[in-house]
């Protein structure tokens, strides 16, 4: 079975620090997207950013980029010069090959602190 | 282009009363998915449709039936309603799952009492 762990089910930071949010996932194929996800309190599902694994650059969105390690399996999301609108709850996801659907991790809670 | 719509927003249901969650997409998707997330925790898969005519069952079918008769709609049936049930239901749909993301609509909050 494909799996996507996060391990970190809540954290905190200062406005205006950088953090870091983990994922690993385990898979065979070699060609894929992965993807984070931001819920904020509105509770809309909202795409932060996308990462191609055939792509060894790193993504990035503006303040969110990307740690990706292909061999590890792991795609970790930072967000820099954190704002009091980045509270959410983020959850990474990766393609279930096979079965046509994405495989969500359980989420991380971030909270940011004025 | 509105992307995904679910209708209702909100829904209080007796217990053993009956529901259809309406969900729609303009994007000429073929892949769409109805989760439902219960408070503080994740989203669990009820059923999936990979194009008109097709679906399957996710993680959590029981106590739902869908249909898929056309690209556009993918509306979530709630036969005997349960508290059990009580939940936030989305409804995404997607180009493809390799890709592509999933495009979310609002969700719709249902209260089973």
């Known amino acids: 079975a494909q799996t996507v762990t996060q391990s970190q089910p809540e954290m905190s930071v200062q406005e205006a620090e950088t953090v870091t949010l983990s994922c690993t996932y385990d898979t065979s194929e070699n060609n894929y997207y992965l993807f984070w996800y931001k819920q904020p309190p509105s509770r809309q599902m909202i795409l932060v950013i996308r990462q191609e694994a055939y792509k060894q650059q790193n993504a990035t969105e503006n303040r969110f980029s990307v740690n990706f390690q292909k061999a590890a399996k792991s795609f970790s999301l930072k967000i820099s010069d954190s704002q009091l609108g980045d509270t959410a709850m983020y959850f990474c996801?990766?393609?279930?090959?096979?079965?046509?659907?994405?495989?969500f991790g359980t989420g991380t809670r971030l909270t940011i602190i004025p | 282009n509105a992307g995904v719509t679910q209708t209702p927003k909100f829904r209080i249901l007796k217990i053993g009363q009956s529901m259809t969650l309406q969900c729609t997409q303009d994007m000429n998707h073929n892949y769409m998915y109805w989760y439902r997330q219960d408070p503080g925790m994740g989203l669990k898969l009820i059923y999936y449709s990979v194009g008109a005519g097709i679906t399957d069952k996710g993680e959590v079918p029981n106590g739902y039936n869908v249909s898929r008769s056309t690209t556009e709609d993918f509306p979530l049936r709630l036969e005997l309603a349960a508290p059990s049930q009580t939940s936030v239901y989305f409804c995404?749909?997607?180009?493809?799952?390799?890709?592509?993301?999933?495009?979310f609509g609002p969700g719709t909050r249902l209260t089973v009492t």
């Open positions: 995404a749909s997607a180009r493809d799952v390799r890709y592509y993301e999933q495009y």
């Open positions: 996801a990766h393609p279930n090959f096979g079965n046509e659907k994405l495989t």
